[in-house]
Nanobody, 125 residues
Framework: QVRLMESGGGSVQAGGSLSLSCAVS???????MAWFRQTPGEGREGVAV???????RYASTVQGRFTISLDKSRNTAFLQMNSLKPEDTAMYYC????????????????????WGQGTQVTVSS
């Protein structure tokens, strides 16, 4: 059974940094891990994706500020968020896709079968 365990998040002032981590267990083979975010009344936005070959993809809203990485030895994905803005405030969810993936890397909610519980990120102005 695939399980995701998130940690990190919290509150920070604009311009600050936060990091998120997501440990995945119970899988084998190729893997894509992604971070999505959601605000009340909105759908989930794919923020960043990392594949098991190290390739990445970012939303234009976070390009240059967020960095996603995958430590395969620890089966853990990390999202380093710098230069945070109030509009980055959201619930952040880790997601995993097991098996084949194409290019561009998947960044839509329906493309991921496994999800973490979510962690709140709040950026104050």
């Amino acid at each position: 059974q695939v399980r995701l365990m998130e940690s990190g998040g919290g509150s920070v002032q604009a311009g600050g940094s936060l990091s998120l981590s997501c440990a995945v267990s119970g899988y084998s083979g190729k893997l894509c891990m992604a971070w999505f975010r959601q605000t009340p009344g909105e759908g989930r936005e794919g923020v960043a994706v990392v594949a098991s070959d190290g390739s990445t993809r970012y939303a234009s809203t976070v390009q240059g500020r967020f960095t996603i990485s995958l430590d395969k030895s620890r089966n853990t994905a990390f999202l380093q968020m710098n230069s945070l803005k109030p509009e980055d405030t959201a619930m952040y969810y880790c997601a995993a896709r097991i098996g084949l993936y194409g290019w561009p890397l998947p960044r839509e909610e329906y493309e991921y079968a496994y999800w973490g519980q979510g962690t709140q990120v709040t950026v104050s102005s």
